[in-house]
C-alpha cells in the first residue's frame, strides 16, 4: 500500500525522499509515511517529525526539531488530530489543548512510558541538546501508521516543557506544559 502524497514544496528534505524511495523498491516491505510538521504556541516552525508504517507492523518514529531548551522533554501522542488552543469554561487557555489526552488506544488509563503497560502514546522523552536541536529515531510496536485502532494518522504529536519519569504520578510524568505540537498527516515534500 502507497499512500504517501508527495507535494514539492518548501524545504524538500533528500532524507525523507529517500524514506519514501524505499517503498519503490521490489522485494521490500511496503511503508508508508506521515509527518507532523511541529510548531511552537506562537506557530513558528520547530521541524518535523516523520512516521513511517511498516506492513509488518509497528511505526519507525522521527524527530527533528531545533529550538527548544536544552534537556529532556515529554513526548507523546495525543488522541486529536488539533493544535489548536483550547479556552476552557474559566477562560483558561491551553496551549495546544484541542490536541485532547494522551492516545490510549487499549483503554488503559495510565500514563507509564515507551516500555510501559499505559497509553499507546507514551514515547520515549526527546533528548535537546545545548544548541536546542532534538533528533531521535527509534521504533514503537505499539502504534502504527492506517492500520486499526492504534493508528496515528489523524492525531497529534507533542512536546512538553519538562522531562517525563514514565508515572501517574505527577500527572502526565510531570512532563507539564505542551511545548510545541504537530498534526500527522500527509508528507509535504
Ligand atoms: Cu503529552
Do not use: W
Not at 493544535?83 to 488503559?108: E, S
Not at 532534538?134 to 492500520?147: A, K
Amino acid at each position: 500500500m502507497q499512500m504517501n502524497r508527495i507535494v514539492p514544496a518548501l524545504g524538500a528534505s533528500a532524507a525523507l525522499v529517500a524514506v519514501v524511495g524505499l517503498a519503490a523498491q521490489p522485494g521490500r516491505a511496503a511503508v508508508t509515511t506521515y509527518a507532523a510538521y511541529i510548531q511552537d504556541a506562537s506557530g513558528k516552525q520547530l521541524g518535523v517529525a516523520t512516521f513511517v508504517g511498516v506492513d509488518t507492523g509497528g511505526v519507525q518514529v522521527r524527530i527533528d526539531v531545533t529550538g527548544l531548551p536544552p534537556g529532556l522533554h515529554g513526548l507523546h501522542i495525543h488522541e486529536n488530530g488539533s493544535c489548536n488552543p483550547l479556552r476552557d469554561t474559566t477562560g483558561k487557555v491551553t496551549p495546544f489543548g484541542a490536541a485532547g489526552g494522551h492516545f490510549d488506544p487499549q483503554g488503559t488509563g495510565h500514563h507509564l512510558g515507551p516500555d510501559g503497560a499505559g497509553h499507546g502514546g507514551d514515547l520515549p522523552n526527546l533528548v535537546v541538546d545545548e544548541a536546542g536541536h532534538g533528533r531521535t529515531t527509534f521504533y514503537t510496536s505499539r502504534l502504527s501508521v492506517l492500520s486499526g485502532p492504534t493508528d496515528i494518522v489523524g492525531r497529534s504529536i507533542i512536546i512538553h516543557a519538562n522531562e517525563d519519569n514514565y508515572t501517574d504520578t505527577p500527572p502526565n510524568g510531570g512532563s507539564g506544559v505542551r511545548e510545541a505540537c504537530g498534526e500527522i498527516g500527509a508528507l509535504h515534500g
